[in-house]
């Protein structure tokens, strides 16, 4: 079993939706939370950094934390076409160690007109 | 965008013959990273830096060897490619370990090998 699991996708919605994307993970250890947003063929970018449980927004974005269900969300409103893209979720256990982020596979976004 | 140029962008080679892909960077960043990407696996680490001469083994090294001589690039070299080294490979930088563990990507460097 992998650390960190996220479906793969793709997923599929029609602009002006709200996307919901999920991983679960294993390691109780894990306590820094990020997404990542991939456009094709381009290196991923950060998009959103939270430590430890709650939520946290920025614009249309909001990422979710729950430790006690190993559960991470990123939610995205008002979905755009210039969302789609493959978002991968990253997480690590300590402050300090960008050396030992550990990624899930990536979820495909398609957003739709 | 962050100053991250990798090279080359594209290859095809032959099993067995040795392939070296570069990054270099501008921003004058301590830590710079090689990872893979393959469907069903995401992004692992192969090899990292966290100084000139200074690299470590990340969790799919095998295989693989780095070098670095100046701050601004990060070699990773294939000594004889195989079949599974198909890949694209992304070079990243990080400016400081007790960061928000933000990495800066390249734009990746596709490797087919035959």
């Known amino acids: 079993q992998k650390e960190v699991e996220q479906d793969p996708g793709p997923l599929s919605v029609p602009e002006g939706a709200i996307v919901s994307l999920n991983c679960t993970y294993s390691?109780?250890?894990?306590?820094?939370f990020m997404w990542y947003r991939q456009y094709s063929r381009k290196g991923p970018e950060l998009l959103m950094y939270?430590?430890?449980?709650g939520n946290k927004e920025d614009g249309r974005f909001t990422a979710q934390v729950d430790k006690s269900s190993k559960y991470i969300s990123l939610f995205i409103r008002d979905s755009q076409p210039s969302d789609s893209a493959t978002y991968l979720c990253?997480?690590?256990?300590?402050?300090?160690?960008?050396?030992?982020?550990?990624f899930g596979t990536g979820t495909r976004l398609q957003v739709t007109l | 965008d962050a100053g991250i140029t990798q090279s080359p962008r594209h290859k095809v080679t032959e099993t067995g013959t040795p392939v070296t892909l570069r990054c270099h960077q501008t921003e004058n960043h301590r830590y710079m990273y090689w990872y893979r990407q393959d469907p069903g696996h995401g992004l692992r680490l192969i090899h990292y830096s966290y100084g000139v001469k200074d690299t470590d083994k990340g969790e799919v090294s095998d295989g693989y060897s780095v070098s670095r001589s100046k701050t601004e690039d990060f070699l990773l070299t294939l000594e004889s490619a195989t079949s599974s080294q198909t890949s694209v490979y992304f070079c990243a930088i990080s400016e400081l370990l007790g960061s928000t563990g933000e990495l800066f990507f390249g734009e990746g460097s596709r490797l087919t090998v035959l």
């Open positions: 390691n109780s250890a894990f306590q820094y």
């Open positions: 939270t430590y430890s449980s």
């Open positions: 990253a997480m690590s256990a300590n402050t300090g160690t960008a050396s030992k982020l550990t």
